[in-house]
């Protein structure tokens, strides 16, 4: 371990972190999800006819659980991203060589005196600081919608499911 590249040791690093955090919140909602199936009338049944936990966990409450776990870690991968690009921007995340949309950001931040300086107007690579900005702007908002759909489609209380 010691002879691996320290680039990839720092992106392990920086992965490890960001998911020992955010795991205790999946952690949660499955718990409270898991709570609220427990009560519903279609576990009495599974329970009269003689199922055993792990039966009525596997048939009952694994397919149930599926689409909010599926929707909440669509909804949390932007959050993954976002972080990692402030932590990139900030310059204790990814490291170069390694792209990330934060550190492409910080490097177009160092292009904006540029633009106070009449002498250097000409020389401004606006760019450098616009594209990765407007790129991760767009994959998050895609993402977001993308978990608005899931939820749509996987919430059974949803008015439109199946359509």
């Known amino acids: 371990l010691s002879q691996q590249n320290p680039l990839i040791v720092n992106l392990r690093t920086l992965v ?12 949660c909602v499955s718990r409270g999800q898991g709570l609220s199936l427990r009560t519903e009338p279609f576990i009495e049944p599974a329970r009269a006819q003689g199922m055993g936990a ?13 689409g909010p ?5 669509t909804l949390a991968v932007p959050q993954a991203i976002l972080q990692e690009s402030f932590l990139s921007f900030l310059g204790i995340g990814v490291m170069p060589p390694l792209p990330s949309w934060g550190q492409l950001a910080s490097e177009g931040i160092k292009e904006l005196p540029a633009l106070a300086l009449p002498e250097l107007t000409g020389q401004f690579k606006w760019w450098i600081l616009v594209f ?8 998050l908002l895609s993402l977001n919608f993308m978990g608005d759909a899931m939820r749509e489609r996987f919430d059974p209380r949803s008015k439109k499911r199946g359509v």
């Open 132 to 139: 990765p900005c407007v790129l991760l702007g767009l994959t």
């Open 54 to 66: 792990w039966r009525i966990m596997r048939v009952h409450l694994l397919p149930n659980l599926i």
């Open 69 to 73: 776990i599926v929707v909440y870690t």
């Open 16 to 27: 490890g972190a960001s998911g020992g955090v955010s795991w205790l919140t999946m952690a």
